[in-house]
């Protein structure tokens, strides 16, 4: 069984920084990805990184702001959240897939417990 597990979550002020990290308990996905979700509303697509680190995508929300990585060695994605904003409050889930430029959720077959990021203003 896949298992994916999400760390780094908490509380910080507007304008400061989070990193979030995702261990994978094996690699064979072509691609793992960030998603986000707040209450009442659709889980929605943050960033994900292809199995070799080339290919990123960003949604336009955090692009410029947050950059995904990975390190393969330790199967482990990462995601660096800078300048951070009231409205990037949610619980963050970590995912993998097989499909490259997946942006919908239904593109995703395995997922995190989820860790929550409030920021405050």
């Known amino acids: 069984q896949v298992q994916l597990v999400e760390s780094g979550g908490g509380l910080v002020q507007a304008g400061g920084s989070l990193r979030l990290s995702c261990a994978a308990s094996?690699?064979?996905?072509?691609?793992m990805g960030w998603f986000r979700q707040v209450p009442g509303k659709e889980r929605e697509f943050a960033a994900s990184?292809?199995?070799?680190?080339?290919?990123?995508l960003y949604a336009d929300s955090v692009k410029g702001r947050f950059t995904i990585s990975r390190n393969n060695a330790k199967n482990t994605v990462y995601l660096q959240m800078n300048s951070l904003k009231p409205e990037d409050t949610a619980v963050y889930y970590c995912?993998?897939?097989?499909?490259?430029?997946?942006?919908?959720?239904?593109?995703?077959?395995?997922w995190g417990q989820g860790t929550q990021v409030t920021v405050s203003s």
């Open positions: 995912a993998a897939g097989q499909r490259l430029y997946g942006r919908s959720p239904f593109e995703y077959h395995y």
């Open positions: 094996e690699h064979t996905f072509n691609v």
């Open positions: 990184i292809s199995w070799n680190g080339i290919i990123t």
